[in-house]
């Protein structure tokens, strides 16, 4: 089946730990991005990538890194220097260019203890 | 700055009404908006999308209008039902290639019986 494969679904880390969440995606779609939600909150763009090997940050990346090394894969590593970590973090892809519609993940719930 | 909302954070219906989601946003240079629809624990999904060109555009029990004059959206659910009960997103593009999305904070909706 196609689709965006986010792992794991929860994490829980201590303070002070990076912690690397997984997106795969097997839609050979060109852009990825990585977002941020709260509750009830919106979804804040952290980081996209549009072609592999590069990437831009979004509005909240401070505390944040990716890489974009293969089409189908685009890790969040979120470090310790994001001040407040606890979130639910969704992958989205889309076929690029103009963004349109974005595909998104089942998304995975990091709580820092 | 840019910015999409919501003019409600939470909208109660009984099951078979008509539901309205209202969305504001402030960037008239978007001339691309998407509805998502995201249930507890999931990520969003795609409901309907409008183009700048259009004022109204129909899905199945779904109608989204658009009004470029006052920059206003809305989401309408005919018939509702309880599975539609979700938190529902509007996002927008700005006219700028490469630009992602620019979701809103969203409206929880609760269909009951």
């Known amino acids: 089946d196609g689709g965006i494969t986010q792992s794991p679904k929860y994490l829980f880390r201590k303070e002070g730990q990076n912690v690397t969440l997984s997106c795969e995606q097997n839609l050979n779609h060109d852009a990825m991005y990585w977002y941020r939600q709260d509750p009830g909150q919106g979804l804040r763009l952290i980081y996209y990538?549009?072609?592999?090997?590069?990437?831009q940050k979004g509005d909240i990346a401070e505390g944040y890194s990716v890489s974009r090394e293969k089409k189908e894969s685009f890790p969040l590593t979120v470090t310790s220097a994001q001040k407040n970590p606890t979130a639910f973090y969704l992958c989205?892809?889309?076929?690029?260019?103009?963004?349109?519609?974005?595909?998104f993940g089942e998304g995975s719930r990091l709580t820092v203890l | 700055g840019e910015s999409v909302g919501l003019h409600l954070p939470t909208l109660s219906v009984q099951e078979g009404d008509n539901s309205i989601i209202n969305c504001a946003y402030s960037?008239?240079?978007?001339?691309?908006f998407i509805w998502y629809k995201q249930e507890s624990g999931k990520g969003p999904q795609f409901i309907i999308d409008?183009?700048?060109?259009?004022d109204k555009r129909q899905g199945q029990r779904v109608t989204v209008l658009l009004n470029k004059t006052v920059k206003h959206l809305s989401l309408q659910i005919a018939a509702t039902q309880p599975g539609d009960s979700a938190v529902y997103f509007c996002?927008?593009?700005?006219?700028?290639?490469?630009?992602?999305?620019?979701f809103g904070k969203g409206t929880t909706l609760s269909v009951s019986s």
């Open positions: 996002a927008e593009i700005p006219n700028q290639a490469g630009t992602a999305l620019i």
């Open positions: 960037n008239s240079a978007s001339d691309y």
């Open positions: 409008i183009r700048s060109n259009m």
């Open positions: 989205a892809t889309t076929t690029g260019g103009y963004t349109g519609e974005l595909f």
């Open positions: 990538s549009q072609i592999v090997n590069d990437f």
